[in-house]
């Protein structure tokens, strides 16, 4: 066979690949791995960039069979390191419960609250929120949820079952773990399930978005708008930085970097933050939460930035737009107009 | 200080802090240049002449791209950056080999500057093509192999778990595991999903004509 020869100092890949195997073996050996081993291998990652690509290539792949494994109950590692599950708490819903008319003086006051609406159901609780709203709630298993701007939500939490509707809009849900009891959201057709986890759900028109923080979660979508979930042999299951989305076509399913999936969540904060994204759809994020609306005309549409902004500040971005960009500004009752011309 | 309300300062290219952290790097390594695998093979299998050296030659590509990105810096183009790395490689190759044949230089001399529109990362994914490819890719493995994978991955077992489960010594364990990622990665990152689907088109049609 013809080789052609290598010069001499290059690195022997074969043999680092092997290597870098052995250390994936051994580190899948999750009770057996010590803090020793951790820093052995970060040793031998160190000496070579050849070492660390070989194990960030194994390791990519190895992270993508977890698509295929359905959740599980916790393995008994993971589980000394959670708290007892709570007990059910009842809430005391008369409380909470407001009458029609008060909702409705509410939204003529527009004032960014939310309320638990009295509900045709007496085991689902309600939940809305206005425009440029957000409200962080605790459910009954003690399980936390954000939501949102513009958010419709119902819950049933019980002790038997744990089961969420987001109706419209997006929540991030910090799930209390219970193997035994999984927290089921149904956004649309689509259902998301899992045990304990932190991720977020986007639900607008026929369109479900789900990003991972910590976790697992199982995807299932329906195949035809109304239509029943597809069976769970074909449901992928995420995992920590994955950002799905699921529409008419299918779903899509992409691995993000820690900070992208830091970047989609910064909304918690009260905070929206683009790498690179372009003006049409910065302003479509923007209007999620503001009454004011920006319109962007032609050619403004492609300008691309990156940067961060709190979610309601409308003249900051304008005003940036205007000094940074030369975009001219015209202000017609509610709605904001930027064009380039 | 706030950099709240502001553009971020890498985007007008005033250049980061370098060296790069190694975290920044790896994370971008893993989601921006690994889903170029597949196109990254198609290129180096269509214009190096020696396939058993398709492996090192991909490495070699990726040590460059890897050390280059942490020295000075993401590039604006990761595809395009990771194209000439290996155009730029191959070329460098050829000159060194000690037997030189003119066309194969000439032919790689002549590779252009930017990709074609073929040279893109298979990033998204639609779930059910890559769960396709994960149970193909699954299906490669030696079934002793792919039952300690599923133990260890699937049901969460230790090596300890799954030497009492199989009767097999621990040692053994190790060694399914470390065949079994090297397998799965030449078939979920050098192949990826469009070629796996067509392989079992074609399957599929070959079985329907016999």
Redesign the interface.
């Known amino acids: 066979m013809n080789k052609t020869p290598l010069p001499l100092n290059l690195v022997n890949h074969e043999a680092v690949e092997g290597t870098a195997a052995a250390w994936l073996a051994r580190k899948s050996d999750t009770i057996r791995w010590s803090e020793q081993d951790e820093a052995a291998l970060a040793a031998w990652l160190a000496e070579n960039t050849a070492h660390r690509v070989a194990w960030l290539r194994l390791q990519h792949a190895w992270k993508r069979v977890d698509r295929l494994t359905p959740l599980r109950e916790q393995s008994s590692i993971e589980q000394a390191d959670v708290p007892a599950v709570r007990p059910w708490r009842p809430r005391r819903r008369s409380v909470w419960r407001a009458s029609i008319a008060g909702l409705a003086c509410m939204l003529i006051m527009g004032s960014a609250a939310l309320w638990r609406a009295a509900s045709p159901r007496s085991d689902e609780d309600h939940y809305v929120t206005a425009i440029g709203a957000r409200q962080s709630l605790t459910l009954n298993d003690g399980s936390k949820v954000v939501l949102n701007t513009r958010t419709r939500a119902r819950a049933a939490v019980t002790p038997d079952s744990r089961t969420f509707w987001l109706d419209e809009g997006e929540a991030f849900f910090d799930i209390h773990p219970d193997p035994n009891h999984p927290f089921v959201v149904n956004a649309g057709g689509d259902r998301i399930t899992v045990l304990g986890t932190k991720f977020s759900v986007r639900r607008e028109q026929g369109r479900t978005q789900v990003i991972v923080l910590e976790g697992r979660v199982k995807l299932e979508h329906a195949a035809h708008h109304g239509g029943a979930a597809q069976p769970a042999d074909i449901a992928p299951t995420l995992a920590k930085n994955d950002s799905a989305v699921a529409q008419e076509g299918g779903v899509l399913i992409a691995a993000k970097t820690a900070t992208q999936t830091l970047q989609q969540l910064s909304w918690r904060e009260g905070r929206l933050e683009f790498d690179d994204l372009s003006l049409a759809d910065i302003a479509t994020e923007f209007n999620r939460y503001n009454r004011r609306q920006l319109v962007v005309h032609g050619d403004a549409a492609h300008i691309k930035l990156s940067g961060r902004f709190e979610s309601y500040n409308i003249d900051g971005l304008v005003r940036l737009m205007r000094e940074g960009f030369g975009v001219k500004v015209q202000e017609e009752g509610d709605r904001i107009h930027l064009s380039l011309n | 200080m706030s950099?709240?309300?502001?553009?971020?300062q890498?985007?007008l290219h005033i250049p980061p802090g370098l060296p790069l952290a190694?975290d920044?790097v790896?994370?971008?390594?893993?989601?921006e240049v690994?889903p170029l695998?597949p196109a990254l093979m198609r290129l180096l299998r269509r214009h190096w002449?020696?396939p058993?050296?398709l492996?090192?030659l991909r490495?070699?590509v990726?040590?460059r791209v890897?050390?280059s990105v942490r020295q000075d810096g993401f590039p604006l183009s990761t595809s395009a950056f990771v194209f000439v790395c290996a155009r730029n490689l191959m070329v460098d190759?050829a000159r060194?080999?000690?037997?030189v044949s003119f066309d194969v230089l000439a032919d790689l001399e002549e590779l252009p500057e930017q990709p074609g529109t073929d040279f893109t990362p298979e990033?998204?994914?639609?779930?059910?093509q890559?769960?396709q490819l994960?149970?193909l890719a699954?299906d490669e493995l030696s079934p002793r192999c792919r039952e300690v994978?599923l133990l260890?991955?699937?049901?969460?077992l230790?090596?300890?778990q799954i030497s009492d489960r199989l009767g097999i010594a621990?040692g053994t364990?190790?060694?399914q595991?470390?065949?079994g990622?090297?397998s799965?990665?030449e078939r979920?990152?050098a192949q990826g999903v469009t070629a796996a689907v067509a392989w079992v088109r074609r399957m599929g049609r070959r079985e329907r004509e016999q």
């Open positions: 950099t709240l309300n502001t553009i971020d890498k985007k190694i920044v790896s994370d971008w390594f893993s989601t690994l695998e002449r020696h058993e050296d492996p090192d490495q070699e990726y040590v890897y050390e190759r060194r080999a000690q037997v990033r998204l994914t639609d779930a059910k890559e769960l994960l149970e699954l994978i260890c991955k699937i049901e969460g230790t090596h300890k621990e364990i190790e060694k595991i470390t065949v990622v090297r799965l990665a979920l990152c």
